[in-house]
């Protein structure tokens, strides 16, 4: 795996890929709930020389694991409104309907220590199994289907896209 991301690494940086991110292009996201988070926040944000402004303190868990409902209540959300009030972005309606960015000022959000990091999957209700006929040939199972469990970060690289299926795997 190494390998690979050194290989990745090189291809980037020998291809012009790899551009600089502005200061300017950065938010830093704390947990306001948690002091820690914003000191680490602050101190990250003046050594990169990021304005304050970027930086971003919503009241969040203080668990690592989080709840589906708590990261679109206490996360997702209110990071769409700051998005919104700093003009960072400008959204749109695609023509299938999905709100998703048009413009994007900000390139990286970068989690402080105090961020979750998971969320946990949605329990599902047991839904009654109809019994396959004692002939019929295995159906091939999909190991990722109804699971929507995710890793906070790979859930905020989309946020800015709305009505996305939380369940399986994205097409890209």
Same mark, same amino acid.
């Given at each position: 795996?190494? @390998?690979? #991301?050194?290989?990745?690494?090189?291809?980037?940086?020998?291809?012009?890929?790899?551009?600089?991110? +502005?200061?300017?292009?950065? /938010?830093?996201?704390?947990?306001?709930?948690?002091?820690?988070?914003?000191?680490?926040?602050?101190? $990250?944000?003046?050594?990169?020389?990021?304005?304050? #402004?970027?930086?971003?303190?919503?009241?969040?868990?203080?668990?690592?694991?989080?709840?589906?409902?708590? $990261?679109?209540?206490?996360?997702?959300?209110?990071?769409?409104?700051?998005?919104?009030?700093?003009?960072?972005?400008?959204?749109?309606?695609? %023509?299938? @309907? =999905?709100?998703?960015? /048009?413009?994007?000022?900000?390139?990286?959000?970068?989690?402080?220590?105090?961020?979750?990091?998971?969320?946990?999957?949605?329990?599902?209700?047991? +839904? @009654?199994?109809?019994? +396959?006929?004692?002939?019929?040939?295995?159906?091939? =199972?999909?190991?990722?289907?109804?699971?929507?469990? %995710?890793?906070?970060? #790979?859930?905020?690289?989309l946020f800015g896209i709305e009505g996305l299926p939380?369940?399986?795997?994205?097409?890209?």
């Open positions: 795996m190494r @390998g690979i #991301s050194r290989l990745l690494l090189a291809v980037f940086a020998t291809t012009g890929i790899c551009a600089a991110i +502005a200061p300017s292009q950065v /938010v830093v996201l704390y947990n306001d709930a948690d002091p820690g988070s914003k000191s680490l926040a602050d101190r $990250y944000c003046e050594l990169r020389g990021i304005a304050r #402004s970027n930086a971003v303190g919503l009241a969040m868990p203080k668990s690592a694991d989080i709840s589906r409902e708590e $990261y679109e209540d206490r996360i997702a959300g209110p990071l769409r409104a700051e998005f919104d009030r700093q003009r960072w972005w400008k959204r749109g309606r695609d %023509a299938n @309907g =999905v709100v998703q960015p /048009v413009e994007n000022r900000m390139r990286v959000i970068v989690s402080m220590r105090g961020v979750p990091l998971r969320i946990r999957a949605t329990p599902k209700p047991q +839904a @009654g199994k109809d019994p +396959a006929p004692a002939n019929a040939p295995p159906k091939p =199972v999909d190991p990722v289907a109804g699971h929507d469990e %995710a890793s906070v970060d #790979s859930e905020l690289a939380n369940e399986g795997v994205l097409q890209n």
